[in-house]
């Protein structure tokens, strides 16, 4: 069974960037899709980026499209979301997810806290 762990959440300023990265513990190269999503406080899951390989493609919710970048690094198996000029609506868990495609996925990690805030 695959297992994921995101790490690299935390305290940032408005305005300041953040990585996450979500380690699988065996080839996640095995699964087309990977995406991030979060849960702010008090709010509902909110899907924020996928990337599909044989779609060859990105996606991003309006809100964060723009400031995040989403990746894979299939040799280290870990995903990447590279989140710039952040807001304070951005705090929220983040998790990371992998699937068949940006729309069902298998697996969850854990989830890292991300917090936006001066």
């Known amino acids: 069974q695959l297992q994921l762990v995101e790490s690299g959440g935390g305290l940032v300023q408005p305005g300041g960037s953040l990585t996450l990265s979500c380690a699988a513990s065996?080839?996640?190269?095995?699964?087309?899709?990977i995406g991030w999503f979060r849960q702010g406080p008090g709010k509902g899951t909110e899907g924020v980026s996928c990337?599909?390989?044989?779609?060859?493609?990105?996606y991003y919710a309006n809100s964060v499209k723009g400031r995040f970048t989403i990746s894979r690094d299939n040799a280290k198996n870990t995903i990447y979301l590279q989140m710039n000029s952040l807001k304070p609506e951005d705090t929220a868990v983040y998790y990371c997810?992998?699937?068949?495609?940006?729309?069902?996925?298998?697996?969850w990690g854990q989830g890292t806290q991300v917090t936006v805030s001066s």
């Open positions: 997810a992998v699937g068949a495609w940006c729309g069902e996925y298998d697996y």
């Open positions: 990337i599909s390989n044989s779609a060859g493609s990105a």
């Open positions: 065996k080839d996640a190269v095995d699964y087309d899709a």
